[in-house]
């Protein structure tokens, strides 16, 4: 068990600007991971991954040509529904928010972000766990509250941030005493918080509430 613990991750960098590449590879070498690959073209980026299959993609949304990042990943996943991606942007709009996560991404953070954050980001979407950094949860919960425009407004306007962040591991299968330590917050109150969820949605099966978040795109089926 030890020696699984000890295994580092293997990553692979797409980014089309090798500063980025080599800030990004500094930050998370010696954190628990091993860059096993650079990728500065979004062909690259695709071949490379199918060569070495990392356990997770640090990837750039912006890349030079007409082709994204979000291009990339969707290809990705459609050969490699498993891949573990995790994106990285100038921009931190809501709508490219909640576009990464429900294409299948399991982290969306700035690049001005702190170092143990990233790292924190790939080491829990390896363990196939969606990361938010704070920002960001709550730029994606007004984004799924608010809908998108012509629909019908998201089951989740009922339920405030925390509330939808609370959902989101519930529907993960984690217990209150994990959401918890996530959280860092008490049992108690997460027992509470999540039976508030339920009643609020009118969920009170772990399948329902699992089905509703992949619906909603907040994880992968």
């Known amino acids: ?41 979004v062909e690259d980026v695709i071949a490379k991954y199918s060569e070495l299959m990392p356990d997770v993609l640090v990837l750039d949304i912006k890349f030079s040509g007409k082709r ?17 991606i995790v994106f990285l942007s100038q921009n931190d709009q809501d709508a490219l928010i909640r576009e990464t996560y429900k294409l299948g991404g399991h982290a969306f953070l700035t690049k001005d972000c702190d170092p143990s954050e990233l790292a924190t980001a790939v080491l829990r979407a390896h363990k196939g766990e969606l990361y938010f950094m704070p920002g960001t949860a709550e730029q994606l919960a007004s984004a799924l509250l608010r809908g998108d425009p012509g629909t019908p407004a998201s089951p989740l306007a009922q339920l405030d941030t925390r509330e939808v962040e609370i959902f989101t591991l519930m529907a993960q299968g984690f217990t209150n005493e994990e959401i918890g330590e996530r959280l860092s917050l008490s049992k108690r109150t997460i027992s509470i918080s999540s039976q508030h ?7 009170h099966r772990p399948a329902e509430i699992t089905r509703l978040a992949v619906r909603l795109g907040l994880i992968e089926p």
């Open 1 to 41: 068990m030890n020696n699984e613990q000890q295994e580092p991750v293997t990553v692979l960098i797409g980014d089309d600007h090798s500063i980025v590449i080599e800030a990004v590879a500094m930050q998370l070498t010696g954190q628990g991971c091993k860059i096993i690959g650079k990728a500065k073209t």
């Open 68 to 84: 994204t990042g979000l291009d990339v990943a969707n290809e990705i996943l459609e050969k490699h529904p498993d891949a573990k």
């Open 197 to 203: 969820i339920k009643d609020k949605l009118n969920l």
